[in-house]
């Protein structure tokens, strides 16, 4: 209903009473021209290499990389909304993108034959706690965990961690900050890639 993602945020009631607030954003989804407001463009195709790119190409680089630095925006004003509270805020896409980086493809779903195959699985994973996070051992956690190769299917039980929450159904070997994650798990992608055999 909204068509920039701040529009969204300005209306989410960040409620300081215990909840979980999932927000799914458009982020920097095809068709990337759409995806922030003309106050939000700075990059042109003149920024990219004239030689390498045609100009179809380096017009939407261009609305990549703006859809990019509204999307760091967005994600910066929700921060801001919950800097005061005893609040986290995980952030994370659901896939990666290829722009033009390994040929004439720009998008995503065709990652099993594309050279650019890690542009389409890796994604970013951000995890931000506000100074009165009531949990402050998780900091060192996730600190320990920076460089650890996780797979977002595992980040339910993260997120339960994260939480303190005990459930029959919290698997500790899935949660990449507990102590028996098992970090040797095969990272399966598109129903049977190994990730890190790829």
Not at 26 to 37: A, D, L, N, T
Not at 55 to 62: G, N
Not at 95 to 109: A, I
Request: charged share 25%; aromatic share 14%; net charge negative.
């Amino acid at each position: 209903r909204y068509q920039y993602d701040m529009g969204l945020v300005e209306n989410i009631d960040f409620s300081i009473v215990p909840s979980l607030t999932i927000i799914h954003l458009w982020g920097q989804h095809f068709e990337y021209s759409q995806r922030y407001p003309e106050s939000f463009r700075v990059f042109t195709a003149n920024d990219y290499n004239h030689s390498r790119w045609t100009e179809e190409q380096r017009v939407k680089i261009a609305d990549f990389d703006n859809a990019t630095r509204y999307n760091d925006y967005v994600v910066d004003q929700i921060i801001q909304r919950v800097q005061n509270q005893n609040s986290c805020v995980v952030y994370f896409s659901d896939h990666g993108e290829e722009v033009y980086e390994h040929g004439n493809f720009g998008g995503h779903g065709n990652a099993e034959h594309s050279k650019g195959f890690s542009n389409q699985i890796r994604v970013p994973l951000m995890v931000w706690l506000s100074p009165t996070f009531s949990r402050p051992e998780i900091k060192e956690k996730l600190l320990a965990a920076k460089h650890t190769p996780i797979i977002t299917d595992d980040l339910p039980h993260f997120l339960l961690d994260m939480a303190g929450i005990e459930t029959e159904d919290f698997a500790p070997t899935r949660s990449f900050i507990n102590d028996c994650y098992n970090m040797g798990k095969p990272r399966i992608v598109l129903h049977s890639i190994d990730y890190d055999k790829r």
